[in-house]
T-cell receptor
């Protein structure tokens, strides 16, 4: 029973275009969300977070949107660069002291 | 500031043996979490330690155990290894359980 789902195992985008990675969750108690990027043979790297009191958070080329009623969040990368090619994980937590539940990941390929 | 370090990076063990993995968190971080990543699976949460106490535990058998020392360093132990335990084991540290910073992982192969 996956509480955090990333229904697209892979995504290909042209360099310079927007990449949109989606994440859905089932547990309505989740109120803190993180996105990570992972290259092969490395640990995941923290990208951006959002808490349930906000519906949008931006950091440079990365923007995360949260739709609590739909239990859906998305990560937008604009413009996409070849170095963004990696596996992206979303993770959710019920708040302080709660562990994070990770999605299965989406492999993003940015084509030059 | 130094990142999260994990030792060893690679390990080959035989079925039935036991193994201990080590994780040194970022200085000042009090929370250490362990995850298992296998092909096709996301990161599966094993357990979290905060100030030497296990605060959260995932759905893994009792063969998987851990501990945290007073300097926040953590160890994970797997006893009676099975072939299915072959995976990348990731450790992550955080200040209070918020944004987690991951180490490079230990690749365990059980033959």
């Amino acid at each position: 029973d996956q509480q955090v789902k990333q229904n697209s195992p892979s995504l290909s985008v042209q360099e310079g275009r927007i990449s949109i990675l989606n994440c859905d969750y089932t547990n309505s108690m989740f109120d803190y969300f993180l996105w990570y990027k992972k290259y092969p043979a490395e640990g995941p790297t923290f990208l951006i977070s959002i808490s349930s009191i906000k519906d949008k958070n931006e950091d440079g080329r990365f923007t995360v949107f949260l739709n609590k009623s739909a239990k859906h969040l998305s990560l937008h990368i604009v413009p996409s660069q070849p170095g963004d090619s990696a596996v992206y994980f979303c993770a959710a937590s019920g708040g302080y002291g709660q562990n994070f539940v990770f999605g299965p990941g989406t492999r993003l390929s940015v084509l030059p | 500031k130094a990142g999260v370090t994990q030792t060893p990076r690679y390990l080959i063990k035989t079925r039935g043996q036991q193994v201990t993995l080590s994780c040194s968190p970022i200085s000042g971080h009090r929370s250490v979490s362990w995850y298992q990543q296998t092909p096709g699976q996301g990161l599966q949460f094993l357990f979290e330690y905060f100030s030497e106490t296990q605060r959260n535990k995932g759905n893994f058998p009792g063969r998987f155990s851990g501990r945290q020392f007073s300097n926040s360093r953590s160890e994970m132990n797997v006893s009676t290894l099975e072939l299915g335990d072959s995976a990348l084991y990731l450790c992550a540290s955080s200040l209070m359980g918020d944004e987690q910073y991951f180490g490079p992982g230990t690749r365990l192969t059980v033959t």
